[in-house]
């Protein structure tokens, strides 16, 4: 019922900055976007939360990312855009796109998109 797909990954120095972005496509109307999220995993780490929004525009961020990553809405779409900034090695990990319904819970998920920092 929801399609989500990422896109902005890539390899790049530490202290760069890239932007990704993700959009969901919602068929039918039975489905509500309660809120949309990018979560990230690296190898052998957990998977942890980068930043979430709700359509209400009310946003969360991991402790990891706070003061270098803004997590942004396109109006009522279903689009979000994270700029990360200052990039560090250890945000290296696949960064997912979730979607929440009305049960706040991420049902759908993009197919990750791979961000590396070197140095």
């Known amino acids: 019922q929801v399609q989500v797909v990422e896109s902005g990954g890539g390899l790049v120095q530490a202290g760069d900055s890239l932007r990704l972005s993700c959009t969901a496509s919602?068929?039918?109307?039975?489905?509500?976007?309660?809120?949309m999220g990018w979560y990230r995993q690296a190898p052998g780490k957990q998977r942890e939360l980068v930043a979430s929004?709700?359509?209400?525009?009310?946003?969360i961020y991991g402790n990891s990312v706070q003061g270098r990553f803004i997590l942004s809405r396109n109006g009522a779409e279903p689009k979000t855009y994270l700029q990360m900034n200052n990039l560090r090695r250890e945000d290296t990990a696949v960064y997912y796109c979730?979607?929440?319904?009305?049960?706040?819970?991420?049902?759908?998920w993009g197919q990750g998109t791979q961000v590396t920092v070197s140095s």
């Open positions: 919602v068929s039918g109307n039975t489905y509500r976007v309660t809120a």
């Open positions: 979730g979607v929440a319904g009305p049960q706040m819970e991420y049902d759908y």
């Open positions: 929004i709700s359509t209400e525009g009310a946003t």
